[in-house]
């Protein structure tokens, strides 16, 4: 079992940047390729960014490439989304998300694990 707690979300205006974070529990947080996915209201949720679980391998949704960047570190459970260059439409609710595969996966049915989401707000 792996319990997922995001935080980092908050107001910001265009242009800005962000960091989440998604604290994990359980000694098999390595052993998950993480993900990140967003919610906008009125709109089903999206993928946004994964990582391997030793963090070799990265994928993005072509929305935020080059604006994101996702990270890990396992010796502290956490895996991260720094977001920069924030945009209004990059406004929603951000999960964090663990796959029980090693490799990188844009499939929100291979992701056992969800958090509660952290709201992002980004104002024009």
């Known amino acids: 079992q792996v319990q997922l707690v995001e935080s980092g979300g908050g107001l910001v205006q265009a242009g800005g940047s962000l960091r989440l974070s998604c604290a994990a529990s359980g000694r098999t947080f390595s052993s998950y390729a993480m993900g990140w996915f967003r919610q906008a209201p009125g709109k089903e949720r999206e993928f946004v960014a994964t990582?391997?679980?030793?963090?070799?391998?990265?994928y993005y949704a072509n929305s935020v490439k080059g604006r994101f960047t996702i990270s890990r570190d396992n010796a502290k459970n956490t895996v991260y989304l720094q977001m920069n260059s924030l945009k209004p439409e990059d406004t929603a609710v951000y999960f964090c998300?663990?796959?029980?595969?090693?490799?990188?996966?844009?499939?929100?049915?291979?992701?056992?694990?969800w958090g509660q989401g952290t709201q992002v707000t980004v104002s024009s």
């Open positions: 990582i391997s679980w030793s963090g070799g391998s990265t």
């Open positions: 998300a663990a796959a029980r595969v090693p490799l990188t996966t844009t499939r929100e049915y291979d992701y056992n694990y």
